[in-house]
């Protein structure tokens, strides 16, 4: 019976990590705003490497923050709001932005946002792209709900609603890439960042182990 219970328990948490697909790395340059129709906090990502994402649909809204020149004065450059979707089944995932060194080049990254969506073998990956238009100091996670129902150029339709507080909590958070060193850091990162369903179904395996 325990032995029984182990292969269930194993083969669950299997199919668990196989619906994570690859990482979306993180730049120091590349601010996070909204990923899949949810608002991600800034503190949230401070000193992550990257995201995990489940196969599939994704949509990213982010910015570029970067000091560039002035003349001879260096200034904060923050762009435009970006928005790429995509679908996710590689390894890993990176933004690569054009070189950008003074301020007339961040304007004119503004005005045709030219960057690539590559994955781990340098290959650019299909997507979809566009820029967002909102009101300063506006909700920007509705701002996504109302582009992505008017079926815009980088619009995800199953993104159109907003998500009701029992639908929030069924979904699992997001899931961190830590930059800390570790012997099995994907094992690592994994158990530590799981959600509580998976985390039960561990401590489950771990009280079949200690008593077998």
């Known amino acids: 019976m325990k032995f029984r219970l182990l292969i269930a328990g194993l083969l669950s948490l299997l199919m668990t990590l196989n619906a994570w697909s690859g990482t979306l790395k993180l730049s120091p340059e590349i601010d996070v705003l909204v990923l899949d129709g949810r608002k991600i906090s800034g503190s949230l990502l401070k000193g992550a490497e990257g995201l995990e994402l489940e196969k599939g649909e994704h949509q990213v809204l982010f910015r570029v923050e970067k000091t560039l020149m002035r003349g001879k004065q260096s200034v904060k450059y923050v762009s435009v709001p ?48 566009d820029t967002l238009h909102h009101a300063p100091g506006s909700d920007i996670e509705q701002a996504m709900v109302a582009y992505n129902r008017n079926g815009r150029a980088a619009s995800v339709p199953r993104f159109a609603k907003p998500e009701s507080p029992g639908q929030i909590q069924q979904k699992q958070g997001v899931k961190l890439v830590s930059r800390r060193n570790d012997d099995n850091p994907s094992l690592s990162r994994w158990i530590y960042q799981v959600d509580n369903a998976t985390r039960e179904q561990l401590a489950r395996l771990k009280r079949v182990l200690r008593n077998s």
């Open 82 to 129: 970006l928005i790429v979707s995509f679908s996710s089944q590689t390894k890993s995932i990176s933004i690569q932005l054009p070189p950008m060194t003074t301020l007339r080049e961040g304007h004119q990254f503004d005005r045709t946002p030219q960057f690539q969506l590559l994955d781990e073998h340098g290959n650019e990956i299909t997507s979809r792209r």
